[in-house]
């Protein structure tokens, strides 16, 4: 009977064992070291895992991650995850406190909300750019990415609007 239950609790142990929890920090540093691949699995990985799949961080990591995704290599859906992942992060974290943090080689506070300006600002620019060098249509669809993302900025669909009338192209 001894054994039986030896043997019962080395298989509970090698089972939870087994089960490791990712390193959702690791997905960040792979990020920083614009290992996209590595930070996408590793990111994958804690979405599905029961221990990580509802702390704010590893939505907040999954933003960025899939954010970079989109900005680097134009993965298709990647748009679309990361800005599910920043919404899932802010109802787990409304308050933004648990993920949070203070960069500081430039003084400025890091969180969701900053993390999805960047992204605007991305296709914002991109915009101006394309609209400076007369990429009308070009310049428009970025205004409407933009407004895509911050929705509460009227600026980035006003401009799509005026891109689309400048282009020539009525919707």
């Given amino acids: 009977m001894r054994t039986v239950l030896t043997l019962i609790l080395a298989a509970v142990c090698v089972v ?12 960040l540093s792979a990020l920083e070291k614009g290992e996209l691949a590595e930070a996408k699995s590793i990111i994958d990985a804690a979405i599905a895992h029961e221990k990580t799949m509802n702390d704010p961080k590893t939505w907040f990591y999954r933003g960025q991650i899939y954010a970079s995704l989109d900005t680097t290599s134009g993965e298709p859906g990647a748009m679309e995850e990361s800005l599910k992942a920043f919404d899932k992060a802010m109802e787990l974290d409304p308050e933004q406190k648990a993920t949070s943090s203070v960069d500081y080689n430039t003084g ?14 991305f296709y914002y620019g991109k915009a101006v750019a394309e609209y400076n060098a007369e990429n009308f249509e070009s310049a428009a669809d970025n205004f409407t990415t933009s ?25």
Avoid: C, E, H, W
Avoid at 17 to 25: D, E, G, L, T
Avoid at 112 to 120: A, E, L, P, T, V
């Fill in 147 to 171: 407004f895509y993302i911050m929705p509460s900025d009227t600026n980035a669909i006003l401009n799509a609007a005026y891109s689309y009338q400048a282009a020539g192209v009525t919707k």
């Fill in 108 to 121: 400025q506070i890091v969180n969701i909300d900053s993390k999805r300006q960047g992204y605007y600002a």
């Fill in 16 to 27: 939870g064992y087994a089960q490791k929890k990712p390193k959702i920090n690791q997905a």
